[in-house]
Structure formats: C-alpha cells, structure tokens
C-alpha cells in the first residue's frame, strides 16, 4: 500500500532515523498524489467566502464515507465556494490547529479525482497554518466543527496558485473541489486524556500527570539507567492501540538519564509533531507500540536503541546516553 509522505514536520526533534543511520523511513514510498500542503504557494489575501456552486455528492453520503463527487456544473466562482454538508457537534477548529481528517479532492471541470485519504486508510493531520496548508482550507475549515462533513470549491489563488501541481494534473487555472471529514482537531495545548496509572517503581523515572498543555516534570531517579528498554503508562487511555507501522501525532519530551536535562521538546517549540512508527529510533517504535490513543507513556530507551555511538550533530546528546522521554499519544493516523 502507498504511503503519504507526513505533512508535519519534525522541524527540531531528533527522534526520526534520519540521525543515527538506520534510515528504514518511508519517504521513498510517499504518494505521488498531491496532498492540500501548501509547497510552492504564497500567501493572498483572505477570500470572499460564499455557499456556491458546488458540485453534488452522488454517493456516500454519510459522514467518514468515501463520497462520490460530480463533475463541476458550469463555470465555478471566482470567490472561495463552502457548504457545510453535515454538522458536526464536536470541537470548534481555529487557526492554527492541528486537523485530523479524511479528504478527497478533484478537479471542478473534469471530475478528475486528483487524490484522497480514504483509499490510503491514513487520516490526514495537517495545521491550519499558512505556509503549512493552501489557504483554501485554512478559511473553509476555520470555525467548524469536528464531526462535520465540508464541502469547498477552491480556485487558483486560494489553491495552488498559477502554477498549478504538475504532479498531479493540476493546472494553474483548475478550481479544486474538496470534500472534507473532520474527525478532530487538537492544538499546542492538546495533552493525553485517561486514568492516572501508579508509578511504583523507585528505578525508573517519574512523570508529572498535569494535562493542562504544560511540559509534564521527568524526574531521574538515583539509580543506574536500564539495559533494556521501558515503556510505562503514566495515564492509561482509552482509545485505539498503536501498531508498529502507524503513524501518530504526539506531544513529547525527551531528557538525557544522566543529567535530567531537556534536549527536545514539542511544548518548548509550541507545535505537535506527527510520524510512522517506522520513521524513528527503534526505542520509539518499540515503545509506543502496543499502547492506546489518549496516553502518556514513559519509555527509557537505552543506547542499542536510541542513537548509540552515532548522536546527532549539535545536539547534547552523547554517544552511548540513555534517552528519557514523556510522550503523549493524541492520534492515530
């Protein structure tokens, strides 16, 4: 099955391959389907935001179903068209945030579907940001609610701009047509959610369990660091469990065993991070495995699983450290 390539970056953090040599990422197995990410494109002015036209959804019809879209009747607007089809009740979406969702998109004058998540069975998180998304979504979506069902007619300029996506067929005059699920939506603030699980064990770490959005404390015990891998619940969730090929959006934190001290961190850049389990160091991947959308999870990663004698360059990490990380499992993708 194709892969998309993420579209959150991990701008600082050092926990993907890329830095210790044992690059199993699947980068080169990314979709050659365009994704609504905004590379290539600059910034205009907000649009004019109207209900249509819009093309009618043929088949599924209900919420989180694949739809089936018509082809553009006419000539589209010339102002950025939405519709909500159906109303969520959740969460409210703002700038800024993280949107978790299922979309399909295709081109207003041919009904050519360009690309969609459905098929991939990979949730789309993508940040209403600009430079992160076209600014198409970032004004449709802004202010909805997640359990809605949205529908746009997005033209050039809120899209790809003049020069298109020749990648996917897509020319510089072409109004995109957008079908979007939103399942959820989380922000910099967004924390696990579950009951507190007892920390017993005077040997490893101990985690703070505020979940106001804060930087949880990690305080190192006076103990030896492990040999062997470990991955605790500190608060247990409810949510689907993580399997090893899955990618996830996640809060985290990461000190060094031998001094407590920070070397990376979502809450200190104020930004969520997403990834494939099979993206990052292999105490990661080992770590979260198994564990269930909505936790905070303790894993100690030693050495032959972290980044052993090859640290990333610049960082504080030393060759041969013991890695000590609070990672919060916000979504499954």
């Given at each position: 099955m ?13 926990v ?50 694949k ?11 010339k ?6 089809v ?22 207003w ?15 789309l ?29 997005v033209?050039p ?46 040997d490893v770490p ?25 991955a ?46 099979q993206q ?12 269930k ?16 004698d ?14 000590v ?9």
């Amino acid at each position: 099955m194709r892969r998309r390539s993420l579209l959150i970056a991990v701008p600082a953090g050092l926990v993907t391959l890329a830095a210790c040599g044992d690059d199993k990422s699947d980068s080169s197995k990314a979709s050659d389907s365009a994704s609504p990410s905004a590379s290539g494109t600059s910034a205009a002015p907000p649009p004019k935001i109207v209900d249509g036209p819009l093309p009618a959804i043929t088949a599924g019809t209900k919420f989180d179903e694949k739809p089936t879209v018509a082809k553009g009747s006419g000539e589209p607007s010339k102002d950025l068209a939405v519709k909500t089809v159906i109303a969520g009740g959740g969460k409210t979406v703002a700038e800024g945030d993280f949107v978790l969702a299922n979309y399909l998109g295709q081109i207003w004058s041919t009904g050519k579907v360009f690309d969609n998540s459905y098929d991939r069975k990979t949730r789309l998180v993508i940040q209403l940001a600009q430079g992160s998304i076209i600014d198409g979504w970032r004004y449709a979506l802004a202010g909805k609610k997640t359990g809605s069902r949205v529908e746009m007619a997005v033209p050039p300029t809120w899209g790809y701009g003049t020069q298109g996506n020749a990648q996917a067929g897509i020319k510089g005059t072409d109004t995109l047509v957008f079908v979007v699920d939103v399942q959820d939506t989380f922000n910099a603030k967004s924390s696990a959610r579950g009951t507190e699980v007892a920390q017993d064990s005077a040997d490893v770490p101990e985690v703070g369990t505020n979940t106001d959005g804060k930087a949880p404390s990690i305080e190192i015990p006076k103990a030896d660091a492990p040999k062997e891998l470990v991955a605790e619940y500190v608060i247990e969730g409810d949510g689907e469990e993580v399997g090893e090929a899955d990618s996830v959006l996640v809060q985290y934190k990461g000190v060094l065993w031998s001094d407590g001290k920070e070397f990376d961190s979502t809450y200190s850049r104020g930004q969520l991070t997403s990834f494939s389990l099979q993206q990052v160091v292999k105490g990661w991947a080992q770590g979260l495995t198994g564990k269930k959308v909505g936790s905070r999870v303790l894993i100690v990663i030693p050495p032959d699983l972290g980044y052993g004698d090859n640290p990333p360059a610049g960082s504080p990490i030393k060759k041969d450290s013991t890695l000590v990380f609070s990672v919060d499992i916000l979504a499954k993708l």
